[in-house]
DNA sequence: TGTACATCAGTGAACGCGCGTTCACTGATGTAC
DNA sequence: TGTACATCAGTGAACGCGCGTTCACTGATGTAC
């Protein structure tokens, strides 16, 4: 069962439009790495198939397979950002806020696995991702203001600072998503990610520690 | 640079020994998985030459590639669970001992991120681990028995049951993990995994909320 | 108004490579008669 | 005590495959004179 074999040849784009076939390798890449989940699995000859072009016209756009995978990646990073930001609009309690932004972090994870994988669990994923560039995403950078705010109005603690703390949200969030994703056959309970970011928030309400 | 340009061929095994070289073909692939962190570039023949061998002579031993690899993700599991058991010894205090896991857990990953990488990382790693064969490992198993003590004595809440708390601390303990692991370039806090599960405990730890 | 030319958006065939696996074989060693 | 034979632990060469990438090319379309 060939499911690619359908030619479907692309008509050629008018003089001033090449860019046009970008976007749709872009879009052919993104649909490909959310089917098959598989970095590895997605071909230069999958991707020129899936638009209807061929192999070779990719390279008029992108220097190799890397920058197209990257520039994938990098789209999906903001549609993960924006989820949450959309997530957190409105909800006023710098507390609630917090786990909104969990949950939604979790569910953007769960509802489109291969991409998260792309993002955060294949080998290399966060190669690329030096501090300074993190620092200044804009999902990231929301998070730590979140998390300020929260201790600010002196709902939570946040030692040594915010964004110490953010890191931890992150990697508390981070924790469920790819544990889900990576043993899907388990029957992880349905409510894991609202049990596991509760618990951790709790954590940070109580008084501080008296250790020493 | 060719690292591997030494044939070095190995002796055969004498008569009754042929299971020797199962155990060579093991070891090497664990060094293999070891250094390269992928299971995609680790091949047969890599293997085969690692040992000394030629490639068919796997095929002795091993039905194909994926029971080679299955076996080794299998002992490096058993590593995990005996690193996290070596840890917890002697340890009294429930709550110490729940932490005491946790950090082991999470310096095992750290420490040996192509076989943790393996192990719950790769495409399809816990596809082959349900339900009943992760329960009954005796990693999870122990786990669960650590989160009941620490129950019963009253340290710390544990809704609905044992089991459930046991996947949260395994979920919290493997995002910190995999995050480090999958995000390597980033200026992680040392003290990332002790301030993640301290705070994740002290939640456990806190008066059952009150929310209807 | 016609024509030579440059440009653009691609194509078709081929490159070398490494992969997992198979197949027919070898040669030492033990065993039966 | 010698010899034919079975078995064991491998080897060497080759299979078909899909991969990323390159190279010479095509043919429609706009532009300069």
Same sequence: chains 1, 2.
């Avoid at 992108?62 to 990257?70: E, G, S, V, Y």
């Avoid at 909104?100 to 993002?119: D, K, S, T």
């Avoid at 889900?180 to 309970?189: E, N, R, S």
Wanted: glycine share 8%; charged share 25%.
């Amino acid at each position: 069962m060939k499911t690619s074999s359908t030619p479907a040849r692309r008509l050629r784009a008018p003089r001033g439009q090449g860019g046009q076939l970008r976007d749709e390798l872009v879009a052919a890449t993104e649909r490909l790495l959310a089917t098959t989940g598989d970095e590895e699995s997605v071909s230069i000859r999958a991707i020129a198939n899936a638009v209807g072009v061929s192999p070779p016209a990719i390279y008029l756009h992108f220097p190799d397979k890397d920058a197209l995978i990257f520039e994938v990646c990098a789209l999906r990073f903001g549609e993960l950002a924006d989820a949450i930001e959309e997530a957190a609009i409105g909800v006023a309690d710098p507390i609630e806020a917090l786990l909104v932004r969990g949950y939604a972090y979790v569910r953007f994870a769960v509802e489109h696995p291969e991409q998260y994988r792309v993002l955060f669990l294949r080998p290399g994923a966060g190669r690329k991702l030096t501090a300074d560039e993190l620092r200044s995403t804009s999902a990231f950078g929301n998070l730590i203001r979140a998390v300020e705010e929260a201790h600010q109005t002196g709902a939570i603690r946040a030692e040594p600072d915010a964004i110490a703390t953010a890191m931890e949200l992150w990697a508390v969030a981070h924790g469920v998503a790819s544990l889900v994703i990576g043993v899907p056959d388990f029957p992880w309970p349905e409510d894991l990610a609202d049990r596991v970011l509760q618990t951790y928030v709790r954590g940070l309400t109580s008084a501080a520690v008296s250790s020493s």
